[in-house]
């Protein structure tokens, strides 16, 4: 076990992470939850949690939580989670849970005892990839997201979340807001790869969050009439692939004329057979924009659009709205302490701050406790694909500047 983590023991922890899940041809990952990826992701944190000497429970929503000492109220947490989007990058999320085991090292090596609780996390289904809503682990432990609701959501293959808990041992019976664990929460910091090139510019290791932009999901489903593609008419055709066209190229212009952004990067056809008419086509927008008022004003944009073209096309279309994420402001006195805690440390020196596009269990948390995020320098400025990176030495600084942060809400006043 590594005392105070350098280069080499991040490599250690980080290379036993590496080839799980991962596409050998792409290198981008496929870790969704309650998958045989996500178990193995799961099994090596409570190794690494109980190689630290940490004591590991699973919550009623299957988040999972390792604790330094006794578990109890108003705990310092720390971590983040080990899913991925579909051919997503190997940082996001489990830079914050390695990040998080290091920074306990490090404390311990610098003799810090804990003054009050601590746990690090690792939060289940942050990316939504295979239920359509982020943030699951943490939206249901808050009740932000209805037990009843999320349970009945389904996968590709239409297994329910509830089926797919079950099968992994969770019980859904017990699923859903869950005070016991709230109420342990203090405070929440989450480590996280930075998502775009704010800290490059800034030439800065690592930073931390300002806020967090609305953002959603809404799926718009179009139904068409399935038929020949060589003797069906051009006149005859009821094909929701039109509409469907309409939407990503009108959505796409929409979005840019109100300083906003809109992706169209999940499609289901069906039958999806070259030489039929699609009979439905299945199609998941995600908007973001700095506020909620212009968010709002592009959904209804894009929904008007898509009943246009879909009226136009004689095609049906349903829309609904699957997951909704207000402004995040970080609470800025606890982003002040960190960033405080953290100046100063070689190489660090100031701290910017940043804000993001991108969602967060630390956002989900933050309406009911304070959080904070800390954010480590991505030279590619990509993420959400294999080509997200951080290089090892800002990873180390990004320990360093967590177990800094760490030490002083568990000693400080
Ligand atoms: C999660 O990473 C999201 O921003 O959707
Ligand atoms: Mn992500
Ligand atoms: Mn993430």
């Known amino acids: 076990m590594p005392l105070d983590p350098t280069t080499s023991d991040f490599r250690t922890l980080w290379d036993e992470l590496a080839p799980v899940g991962r596409d050998r041809r792409t290198g981008g990952y496929a870790r969704f939850a309650w998958t045989r990826e996500d178990a193995t992701l799961r099994e090596w944190f409570v190794g690494a949690a109980r190689a630290r000497g940490l004591d590991v429970e699973v919550d009623r929503n299957g988040n999972l939580w390792a604790w330094w000492g006794a578990p109890g109220d108003d705990a310092v947490v720390t971590g983040s989670h080990l899913d991925s989007v579909p051919g997503g990058g190997a940082y996001d999320g489990p830079l914050g849970v ?32 295979r239920f359509g809503v982020a943030c699951m682990g943490s939206r249901l432990l808050s009740g932000a997201i209805g037990r009843d609701r999320a349970l009945a959501l389904r996968d590709d293959a239409g297994v329910t979340l509830a089926e797919a808990l079950s099968a992994a041992g969770v019980d859904p019976a017990h699923a859903g807001r869950d005070e016991e664990a709230l109420r342990r929460i203090g405070v929440f910091v989450e480590l996280h790869v930075e998502q775009g090139r704010g800290l490059v510019d800034l030439d800065a290791p690592v930073g931390v969050a300002s806020s967090i932009w609305p953002h959603g999901r809404w799926h718009h489903r179009f139904e068409g009439e399935g038929n020949h593609a060589g003797t069906t008419l051009i006149a005859d055709r009821h094909d929701p692939m039109l509409p469907f066209a309409d939407l990503v190229l009108g959505g796409r212009e929409a979005a840019a004329e109100l300083g906003a952004v809109l992706t169209v990067g999940r499609v289901l056809v069906g ?138 809400l568990l000693t400080g006043e």
């Open 271 to 408: 039958p999806n057979g070259t030489n039929a008419i699609p009979v439905t086509v299945d199609a998941w927008i995600d908007a973001r924009a700095p506020e909620e008022a212009t968010v709002r004003a592009l959904v209804e944009r894009v929904e008007r659009l898509s009943r246009d073209a879909a009226g136009r096309r004689g095609v049906s279309v349903e829309v609904s709205e699957e997951s909704w994420s207000g402004l995040v402001s970080f609470d800025a006195a606890l982003r002040d302490r960190l960033a405080g805690a953290v100046a100063g440390l070689a190489p660090i020196g100031a701290v910017p701050v940043l804000g993001t596009g991108a969602g967060h269990d630390a956002g989900v948390l933050a309406a009911y406790v304070p959080t904070a995020m800390v954010f480590v320098r991505n030279p590619t400025g990509v993420s959400h694909s294999p080509a997200e990176h951080a290089e090892e030495a800002d990873c180390v600084t990004g320990v360093h500047a967590l177990a800094s942060a760490l030490e002083d």
């Open 98 to 129: 390695v990040s998080a085991l290091l920074a306990v090292d490090r404390l311990r090596a610098q003799g810090v005892v804990p003054e009050r609780p601590f746990a690090v996390v690792a939060f289940a289904d942050e990316e939504g990839a």
